[in-house]
């Protein structure tokens, strides 16, 4: 990695009005949450169209639920990692915006307040009829939850595939991003919209663009750090 990039990045982020972050799954990979498309990745043995979606559900609301339970454990036994803490560090300080692809609680664990979380939360459990959400982090359905407002059941309270993100998140994203003279992205693919799309936004208002992923990314970088996140971010935004 050569130093002029990273010191490059340290001095945007630290020239910044309004940094955006946005992170994915690879800013939680050093803590050992497997990424989606990466090698381990969720997405290399099993199908999204199986697990991920309103039509796998309705067929087999068991085997959905069972995955986002075998995540829950793994997510429960991993701690934050640099990466996690430098970012919830950052926060404290500067002005900006993380909006987070990630359904783990990893970011809060670290100690970051007012993380957006575009695709939902695993911890998050929501009615299949009225919609109502609440928290729940059971790592074991004997019986697949029923929501306590209705009794109808429950579903995991995150986005699958083919579904819009809520609202609120999207709005804030999209006012963040469109407001950054710096945007950060960290461990993402790039390829999942509309949160590549958030980057993308920023930069086509003038933002410079940071990007932290061990592999080149499809993120519209100005800098690209091809290291590991627990690396890079503490260089950074130290
Ligand atoms: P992906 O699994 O698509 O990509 C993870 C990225 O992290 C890859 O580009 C890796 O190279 C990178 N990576 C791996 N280790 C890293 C490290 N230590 N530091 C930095 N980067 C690292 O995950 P996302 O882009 O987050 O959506 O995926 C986006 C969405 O697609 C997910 O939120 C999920 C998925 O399907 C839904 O479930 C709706």
Not at 8 to 22: G, H
Not at 208 to 225: K, Q
């Amino acid at each position: 990695m050569p130093a002029l990039d990273l010191e490059a990045a340290r001095d945007a982020i630290r020239a910044a009005r309004f940094l955006f972050v946005l992170t994915g799954a690879g800013v939680s990979a050093e803590s050992g949450v497997p990424t989606f498309r990466g090698a381990g990745g969720y997405w290399r043995e099993r199908s999204f169209q199986d697990l991920a979606t309103p039509g796998a559900f309705a067929r087999d609301p068991r085997l959905v639920w069972d995955w986002y339970l075998e995540r829950r454990r793994t997510v429960r036994a991993c701690e934050p990692n640099p990466a996690h803490r430098a970012l919830a560090a950052w926060s404290e300080r500067g002005a900006g915006l993380l909006v987070t692809q990630n359904v783990d609680d990893l970011h809060e664990r670290a100690g970051h307040r007012g993380a957006v979380h575009v695709h939902g939360s695993l911890w998050r459990n929501r009615c299949t009829a009225c919609g109502a959400e609440r928290d729940h982090d059971a790592l074991e359905y004997p019986e697949l939850p029923r929501s306590p407002c209705c009794g109808a059941l429950e579903r995991p309270g995150v986005v699958w595939f083919g579904e819009a993100l809520p609202a609120a998140a999207i709005h804030a994203a999209l006012e963040a991003a469109q407001r950054a003279d710096v945007a950060l992205a960290v461990g993402t693919s790039g390829l999942v919209q509309p949160a590549a799309g958030f980057v993308q936004l920023a930069r086509d208002r003038g933002a410079r663009i940071v990007d932290v992923n061990p592999e080149r990314s499809g993120i519209p970088a100005h800098v690209s750090l091809l290291m590991p996140a627990g690396e890079a971010l503490p260089r950074i935004l130290g």
